[in-house]
């Protein structure tokens, strides 16, 4: 009789061991699922910020309008900068118009979403704008990816500068020497074309324009040997004149 109580002891001791085993199975199996369906979740969560158009535009008004190289902004902005000039000097000037911090706005959605277009913005004053559109491909989760499209500066440069020298002279900016395409007009004649003798030339000037530019530049007129002009600011024209040496 001790016997049979003692397996019926043992009996109800190995069910309630066995009900454990399947509950911490169970259970185990339970929390995995959980944490799969926790990390599936976020994916798929990532997956879906990455491909809203806010997620993009974050990552190129960091590269482009964040960047301490400019040349990025130039390239995709299609923004030519004078040849007398560096892109340093569209920098200082970018900075300079940049009196606030700078952020960019969300404005306008065409096409049903498939552009979205953004402002950037120094305060309340708007530098530039950049456009997404949809790029044709797709996240993982089949969501479609946006991708910049274009960029537009709302700076410019609009210093010009004007000179008129002797047609035998050449003028430098910024140690560039300027070339024909920049000229305006040439052949001016001077008085001393009128009291020449048949056949001598009297001295005559060219003027060049040369626009673009972000800062007045710096500048020289030289001979053909060399030798240097002190041009003079005419109020009345707006424009230098090297007079004869």
Known sequence: QMKLVKRELNRAENGKSLFWRVYAIVFASLCALLALAIFLTGLVLKDFESARPGYVAEEVFDAYFGSEDPSALLEKSGFEISEFEKPEDFKTYWESAST????FLRVSADNGGETVRYNVRSGEKTLAAFELSL????????????????????????????????????????????????????????ESC??????????TYKNYEVKGLFYAPEFEVRSADGRLYAPEFDEEKGMYTAPVL
Not at 100 to 103: R, T
Not at 194 to 203: K, L, Q, R, T, Y
């Open 135 to 190: 790029s044709g491909e797709k996240t993982r989760f089949g969501n479609e990816l946006y991708a910049l499209s274009s960029i537009e500066l709302g700076v410019s440069a609009k210093e010009v500068f004007r000179i008129s020298v002797p047609s035998e002279a050449t003028v430098y900016l910024n140690g560039i020497p300027v070339d024909e395409k920049y000229l305006t007009q040439e052949g001016i004649e001077t």
């Open 100 to 103: 606030q911090e700078l952020s």
């Open 194 to 203: 009128a009291h020449m003798p048949e056949g001598v030339s009297g001295i």
